[in-house]
């Protein structure tokens, strides 16, 4: 019995390590049914963005276009934004001639009348002595 025994030990130890294979079998295929999952979410989700990616070319040209669009409005702002400061740089100028202008005038007029009254005095003296003549022959009426 002793050979019988010892063949239904091996047996055993055979049976216990055939079972041990079987779960690790068992693990792997589980394993290998996650990573499965795993990839087809992963491909799904790599698809979707290759996906909005083929929209990337369009939408760059877009914005390229777009960028254009305000350099040019850009530009054309710099040039109104240049005519408006000629314009006003020549407002300037002409303010300050007119001012000028007023100031010469000005300084005319009163050195014009002091000359006047300086060259016409003896007429401006007789025109005021007449004046005060009829005034009081007036009052004496």
């Known amino acids: 019995m002793e050979e019988k025994e010892l063949y239904d030990e091996k047996f055993k130890n ?3 390590r055939l ?3 079987e779960d690790r079998i068992s693990d792997s295929e589980n394993k290998l049914v996650d990573m ?5 979410v992963s491909f799904a989700k790599t ?7 083929s929209d990337l070319p369009v939408a760059i040209a877009s914005m390229q276009k777009t960028n254009e669009e305000v350099r040019l ?12 400061e000629g314009g006003v740089k020549r407002l300037d100028d002409k303010v300050c001639g007119l001012s000028n202008k007023v100031e010469v005038i000005d300084e ?3 050195h014009n009348i002091r000359k006047y009254i300086r060259d016409n005095w003896p007429i401006i003296l007789v025109g005021i002595s007449i004046l005060a003549s009829i005034g009081v022959a007036g009052v004496l009426k």
């Open 73 to 84: 409005s850009l530009t054309q702002l710099g040039n109104q934004v240049d005519n408006l």
């Open 19 to 21: 079972e041990n294979h």
């Open 47 to 53: 698809s979707s963005a290759l996906e909005k990616l």
């Open 36 to 40: 499965n999952v795993s990839f087809q």
């Open 14 to 16: 055979i049976l216990g």
């Open 108 to 110: 005319e007029g009163k």
